[in-house]
């Protein structure tokens, strides 16, 4: 059987696994280069792997942090807390964050990493230097139009069936929101899914969908809410917004929002790039995040 510890998925993810005990569950993280932090956030279904093609060049540059979200990647599966919230998923970051004591921090968000790592920002602001946001949101009601099917199906109640028993999720995501779905090939697919073997290790999926707030009646709407009201504490600090414009999860109409939010922020539009930009257009984003760190050094 797969050791997920030390699985380097054909030496395209070979970074050292570092762990922090988090008492339910140990948390995954890789930790690469010096400097100031650059913290990586992945979202739903992802986990670190997302930002395999980022760490060679950026920790030229920075000291970066990739962890995994709890129940996601190489991190721990925790009975407790069951459903995963995004209040958890922050007071995890959180811990992490402040036992590595890292200060003067790039946060590099994407999907759901936009609210977990936001809502640590809006906790911490003193700690935030630099924010790179990518097809991301953190507003309390969901900003990207009806929920796509997929996410529709897993929050409804043949949900638990589909990820816990079928695990039919991360694979459909993954191709249906890349662009040039030719880049996820057999191995980086087999790294997605790797983390989620067994119905057990997939209670992370399930949670992930069914904790988008639509309504205030939803139960993290008020977390989130509360993270929408600080974002304009950021409106002084250098900000990227990196976009995949083909993105049916997250369109273009969320980029406006930031922009408007945010006026003075650096914008890359990735005209031929989807929800999962990462695998559509590294090159291009790992340019982009170097050239900006620069400006803002």
């Given at each position: 059987?797969?050791?997920?510890?030390?699985?380097?998925?054909?030496?395209?993810?070979?970074?050292?696994?570092?762990?922090?005990?988090?008492g339910?569950?140990?948390?995954?993280?890789?930790?690469?280069?010096?400097?100031?932090?650059?913290?990586?956030?992945?979202?739903?279904p992802?986990?670190?792997?997302?930002?395999?093609?980022?760490?060679?060049?950026?920790?030229?540059?920075?000291?970066?942090?990739?962890?995994?979200?709890?129940?996601?990647?190489?991190?721990?599966?925790?009975?407790?807390?069951?459903?995963?919230?995004?209040?958890h998923?922050?007071?995890?970051?959180?811990?992490?964050?402040?036992?590595?004591?890292?200060?003067?921090?790039?946060l590099?968000?994407?999907?759901?990493?936009?609210?977990?790592?936001?809502?640590?920002?809006?906790?911490?602001?003193?700690?935030?230097?630099?924010?790179?946001?990518?097809?991301?949101?953190?507003?309390?009601?969901?900003p990207?139009?009806?929920?796509?099917?997929?996410?529709?199906?897993?929050?409804?109640?043949?949900?638990?069936?589909?990820?816990?028993?079928?695990?039919?999720?991360?694979?459909?995501?993954?191709?249906?929101?890349?662009?040039?779905?030719?880049?996820?090939?057999?191995?980086?697919?087999?790294?997605?899914?790797?983390?989620?073997?067994?119905?057990?290790s997939?209670?992370?999926?399930?949670?992930?969908?069914?904790?988008?707030?639509?309504?205030?009646?939803?139960?993290?709407?008020?977390?989130?809410?509360?993270?929408?009201?600080?974002?304009?504490?950021?409106?002084?600090?250098?900000?990227?917004?990196?976009?995949?414009?083909?993105?049916?999860?997250?369109?273009?109409?969320?980029?406006?929002?930031?922009?408007?939010?945010?006026?003075?922020?650096?914008?890359?539009?990735?005209?031929?790039a989807?929800?999962?930009?990462?695998?559509?257009?590294?090159?291009?984003?790992?340019?982009?995040?170097?050239?900006?760190?620069?400006?803002s050094?």
């Open positions: 059987m797969l050791d997920l510890r030390e699985a380097t998925f054909d030496k395209t993810f070979p970074f050292a696994p570092h762990y922090m005990e988090l339910s569950f140990q948390m995954h993280y890789v930790d690469v280069g010096e400097g100031d932090p650059l913290v990586l956030l992945h979202g739903d992802t986990w670190g792997y997302l930002y395999r093609r980022f760490l060679p060049s950026l920790s030229k540059y920075a000291r970066c942090i990739v962890p995994d979200h709890m129940g996601m990647g190489k991190s721990g599966v925790p009975t407790v807390p069951y459903p995963y919230r995004l209040q998923h922050i007071d995890n970051l959180e811990t992490l964050i402040l036992r590595l004591e890292l200060r003067d921090i790039t590099v968000v994407h999907d759901w990493g936009g609210p977990v790592g936001l809502g640590f920002a809006i906790r911490h602001p003193s700690r935030l230097k630099r924010l790179i946001l990518m097809n991301t949101w953190a507003f309390a009601r969901w990207g139009g009806p929920l796509p099917r997929l996410i529709e199906l897993i929050r409804s109640p043949r949900g638990e069936a589909f990820i816990m028993g079928k695990n039919g999720y991360v694979k459909p995501a993954l191709m249906g929101t890349t662009a040039h779905s030719n880049h996820l090939t057999e191995t980086v697919l087999n790294a997605y899914l790797a983390p989620f073997r067994t119905p057990e997939r209670r992370a999926l399930l949670c992930w969908s069914r904790d988008i707030p639509v309504t205030a009646t939803d139960e993290s709407y008020v977390e989130m809410q509360q993270i929408e009201n600080g974002l304009t504490q950021f409106k002084h600090i250098p900000v990227l917004l990196v976009w995949g414009m083909q993105d049916p999860v997250l369109p273009p109409a969320v980029l406006r929002m930031w922009q408007q939010l945010y006026p003075h922020a650096t914008t890359h539009e990735l005209e031929e989807s929800h999962f930009l990462q695998e559509d257009a590294p090159e291009r984003i790992i340019l982009a995040i170097e050239q900006f760190l620069e400006v050094a």
